[in-house]
T-cell receptor
Framework: GQQVMQIPQYQHVQEGEDFTTYCNSSTTLSNIQWYKQRPGGHPVFLIQLVKSGEVKKQKRLTFQFGEAKKNSSLHITATQTTDVGTYFCAGNYGGSQGNLIFGKGTKLSVKP | DGGITQSPKYLFRKEGQNVTLSCEQNLNHDAMYWYRQDPGQGLRLIYYSQIVNDFQKGDIAEGYSVSREKKESFPLTVTSAQKNPTAFYLC?????????????FGPGTRLTVT
């Protein structure tokens, strides 16, 4: 079946360092979504990317969608302790009956 | 205050018992979903419903059942046939049926079966 591979599985950074998580699909995606799950919480929608090569920013977060619409990344500049959590990408392969395929997530820990 | 509620937050059951997890939304969303989350794993889709009185199996439907008798409610029953039921269960909804909509998640139910 279709899979969205996400790396790394874990990332430990010092506060102030940058962080990046990557998602890859073997087939073209219709769009991709990103979610954040705080420890003990539930996933919360961050953003959706639709267009080839799209780049969107939310304060210190930068989201990219590859030209071929097969990969995506989330980059956090100058991490803060509030960034702690697990970041998931979720790919949509298209079609009205399709569903999101979630990556396994990248768990970010930030040392103050 | 609009949102999705799941109850209970924690649930403990003995092996061999069926258990029903509640999911209610007051967002007037058409579609609802059930996911299972295991440690270190992503979210895996159990069942989804795009309209009342209709639902489809997801990737891991075996051992689970659902109903969608009302637009706002989508309960999940974990049956005794589910071989490894201990997990964190998340309910979600979307305004429309297409997967291009953002998913709104409930707080989840953590089920432990011993």
């Amino acid at each position: 079946g279709q899979q969205v591979m996400q790396i790394p599985q874990y990332q430990h950074v010092q506060e102030g360092e940058d962080f990046t998580t990557y998602c890859n699909s073997s087939t073209t995606l219709s769009n991709i979504q990103w979610y954040k799950q705080r420890p003990g919480g539930h996933p919360v929608f961050l953003i959706q990317l639709v267009k080839s090569g799209e780049v969107k920013k939310q304060k210190r977060l930068t989201f990219q969608f590859g030209e071929a619409k097969k990969n995506s990344s989330l980059h956090i500049t100058a991490t803060q302790t509030t960034d702690v959590g697990t970041y998931f990408c979720a790919g949509n392969y298209g079609g009205s009956q399709g569903n999101l395929i979630f990556g396994k997530g990248t768990k970010l820990s930030v040392k103050p | 205050d609009g949102g999705i509620t799941q109850s209970p937050k924690y649930l403990f059951r003995k092996e061999g018992q069926n258990v029903t997890l509640s999911c209610e939304q007051n967002l007037n969303h058409d579609a609802m979903y059930w996911y299972r989350q295991d440690p270190g794993q992503g979210l895996r889709l159990i069942y989804y419903s795009q309209i009342v009185n209709d639902f489809q199996k997801g990737d891991i439907a075996e051992g689970y059942s659902v109903s969608r008798e009302k637009k706002e409610s989508f309960p999940l029953t974990v049956t005794s046939a589910q071989k490894n039921p201990t997990a964190f269960y998340l309910c979600a909804s979307t305004p429309g049926a297409a997967p291009a909509y953002e998913q709104y998640f409930g707080p989840g139910t953590r089920l432990t079966v011993t």
